[in-house]
């Protein structure tokens, strides 16, 4: 039978932001007999001006002559292509060369961290048995606390995104294998007192000003840090009765009343067009502020700003018992995504509430005596017995 020739190509590879292809030389002989080698070289996707597309051109020209040498020098035995060796290369090479994920270095230390067999794993190691070890190891791990779940499940995620590109370009083995299995622990949540929020309010600096008044306003409205970078004084709508603020968010309005208190937080009304809050800072940086005006308000600092969401949710549930608007202010979809994060809430307290019913208390009246109309035998007196 005669062998198959080999065939020597040129092969692109979008990088991770796409606008660019990663240049390689492969030899193929079938679709299980490959050898990939990087040219060191790239080219624009889309080249957007003369420079870029005269790149490209100067890039076309020394690809071109690296395949004719290539070519030439199989054709004349001065080049000899393994490829039995290449179907067998170090994983831990191949894995880095091919990733198409952001957290490469992340992902691998994690997968190590669970099976120590990775660094001298070869391509060929990677199979149905490798990965079911490396899952087991990770979810025993989940169990005795040494690792979150929800990391572990976005690095086991990651790791798998490139097996998958690997198996594409049949360099390693891709078995199907479920994802990681472990129990969502409720984090609990925390919420700011009364007297801490006063303690914070009374904070006289310059420096954390802003983010005090934002903090604040999200204690008081439930909008998250996100939204107030955001929102303009035209959202803030005067009203006769009262004001409250309107948003759009993902296609949906929602309008939040507030009180003549936390419009005092906001200041003296300016342009429509202006932003309210002038936050700036980084979300690190603005984490180290937050903890520093707990720190000055001796307020434990494992506190967080996002619990001023909680805050609000919270006193209004406190003070209305209404699962619906409490929802509809934090713009979830649904109550019971609202039940899902707040389990003490639901909806038989509004409809309680509304209707002055105790829905927790049982009805006494088959406990009480009725009182008779006859004492001791006797007629009861209306004025003496009754009054």
């Known amino acids: 039978m005669k062998d198959t020739p080999l065939k020597i190509q040129l092969w692109k590879r979008k990088n991770y932001t ?14 299980n007999k490959a050898k990939v080698e990087s040219l060191g070289l790239w080219e624009w996707i889309l080249p957007g001006n003369n420079i870029e597309k005269e790149h490209n051109e100067e890039v076309k020209i020394a690809c071109e002559e690296i395949l004719r040498r290539t070519k030439d020098d199989v054709e004349n035995g001065r080049s000899n292509i393994n490829l039995e060796e290449s179907n067998n290369q170090s994983f ?4 880095f060369k091919f990733s198409n994920i952001k957290n490469t270095n992340a992902v691998y230390n994690f997968i190590f961290s669970q099976n120590k067999k990775v660094e001298s794993a070869k391509t060929n190691d990677i199979n149905e048995k490798f990965l079911l070890e490396t899952k087991e190891s990770i979810e025993k791990n989940i169990l005795l606390n040494e690792i979150t779940g929800s990391t572990a499940v976005k690095y086991w995620n990651n790791f798998k995104t490139v097996l998958i590109n690997l198996n594409k370009n049949k360099l390693c083995e891709y078995p199907s294998i479920s994802g990681i299995k472990f129990k969502h622990k409720r984090k609990e949540k925390k919420y700011f007192t009364k007297n801490e929020l006063e303690r914070i309010k009374k904070i006289k600096s310059k420096k954390y000003h802003e983010l005090i008044k934002a903090f604040l306003f999200t ?16 959202d803030i709508i005067d009203s006769k009765n009262y004001n409250y603020v309107e948003i759009s968010k993902k296609g949906q309005t929602y309008i939040v009343p507030i009180d003549n208190q936390t419009t005092e937080i906001l200041g003296k009304r300016r342009d429509d067009k202006k932003n309210i809050f002038e936050i700036n800072q980084t979300k690190s940086s603005r984490s180290k502020i937050f903890k520093r ?13 996002s619990d001023g969401v909680n805050t609000f949710a919270k ?9 619906f608007l409490i929802s509809s202010a934090l713009g979830h979809n649904s109550i019971n995504k609202t039940k899902e994060m707040y389990p003490y809430m639901n909806e038989l307290d509004f409809i309680g509430n509304y ?20 004492k001791k035998g ?3 007196s209306y004025r003496k017995d009754t009054l």
């Open 355 to 374: 209707f002055k019913i105790d829905i927790n208390k049982k009805d006494n009246n088959e406990n009480k005596k009725e009182k008779t109309l006859f």
């Open 293 to 305: 005006i707990l720190k000055e308000a001796k307020i434990d600092k494992v506190k967080k700003y």
């Open 219 to 234: 204690c008081a409205t439930g909008f998250k840090i996100g939204i107030l970078e955001k929102l303009k004084w035209k």
């Open 92 to 95: 831990k090479n191949v894995f």
């Open 315 to 323: 006193n209004m549930y406190q003070k209305t018992k209404n699962i």
């Open 378 to 380: 006797n007629l009861l």
């Open 18 to 31: 796409k606008n660019k292809y990663n240049l390689y030389i492969r030899y193929r002989v079938n679709q």
